[in-house]
């Protein structure tokens, strides 16, 4: 059985993070360990939450991995805290690194041309330093301008300022850089993606749905990560990826009763499974 080793908060209620990771990445079969970096009480979109670091519980953690000889097919980094975590993943890489299983970095630090609470301009360029070593990135067009100090532009641009980004983001040293938020239409959105090694882009849009959610990245990462563990490559998991996160958004919004925080992806692991059949 693949096993992927997640890196990421717990945030107990709000829908992102672990509680979003673990269940996807098991729905593929693949075994999910984790590695949890804070416990916060909610998500930072709601009001007054708490926070636990667990970053000193992290070397420790390793060692023993490391004793046990343990090893995994990927290592999945989602939203990390601070500088030290970003120096621990660092090392994680190097320690657990082979030649046939990947790294992938979701730098998850800001949306919508804002950073998230907490995070400030230096962290974005010590995030872009992880990148660096990761073997695939997925940030969106936000975090992408904060980690190539580019103007955020939110609309209006072209399918050859989106490839010179993907150019730039991989020249910070990985091999494949997914743009996700991408639109060049305004009714369609999707995701783009450049591979360094065979110079080759490929590109995946769906219809645009009229609503925002919190931890959809989180879905599409997750789901991006079990497809690429159980070999469907690249193209078709970034469809499985997107063409999922979007069947959960609308089954969401079908729901008239939704919470405001978080999309119901649960009800739509029957479609996962049968997608990736
Ligand atoms: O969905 C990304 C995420 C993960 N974890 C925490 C967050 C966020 C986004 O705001 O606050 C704690």
Redesign the pocket.
């Known amino acids: 059985m693949k096993r992927i080793l997640t890196i990421?908060?717990i945030?107990c209620v709000?829908k992102?993070?672990l509680t979003v990771a673990l269940p996807i990445i098991s729905a593929f079969g693949v075994e999910t360990s984790v590695l949890p970096t804070?416990v916060?009480s909610t998500?930072?979109?709601f009001k007054g939450f708490t926070f636990r670091d667990l970053t000193c519980d992290i070397e420790d953690i390793e060692k023993h991995w490391l004793d046990q000889k343990i090893d995994f097919d990927s290592i999945y980094t989602?939203?990390l805290g601070s500088f030290e975590q970003l120096e621990l993943c660092s090392k994680i890489f190097k320690d657990f690194k082979k030649k046939d299983n990947f790294i992938l970095v979701d730098p998850?630090m800001a949306d919508n041309g804002k950073l998230?609470?907490g995070f400030d301009q230096n962290f974005a360029d010590n995030m872009a330093v992880l990148c660096g070593k990761a073997d695939i990135i997925v940030p969106n067009l936000t975090e992408a301008s904060f980690m190539l100090h580019t103007p955020y532009i939110a609309e209006g641009y072209d399918e050859d300022y989106i490839k010179d980004l993907l150019v730039k983001l991989t020249d910070l040293g990985c091999n494949k850089a997914i743009l996700t938020g991408v639109s060049f239409e305004k009714d369609k959105l999707g995701v783009y993606t450049y591979d360094k090694n065979t110079k080759e882009y490929f590109s995946y849009f769906r219809e645009r749905l009229p609503v925002s959610f919190?931890?959809t990245?989180?879905i599409f990462s997750s789901a991006l990560c079990g497809a690429l563990a159980i070999d469907k490559g690249i193209e078709e998991s970034l469809k499985i990826a997107v063409d999922y996160t979007v069947e959960s958004i609308k089954v969401t919004m079908d729901n008239p009763e939704h919470n405001w925080y978080g999309v119901e992806f649960e009800k739509t692991f029957p479609y996962l499974i049968d997608r990736i059949k």
Do not use: E, K, W
């Open positions: 990421q908060d945030s709000g992102c993070s804070a916060l998500h930072t979109m989602g939203y998850v998230y609470p919190h931890g990245g989180d």
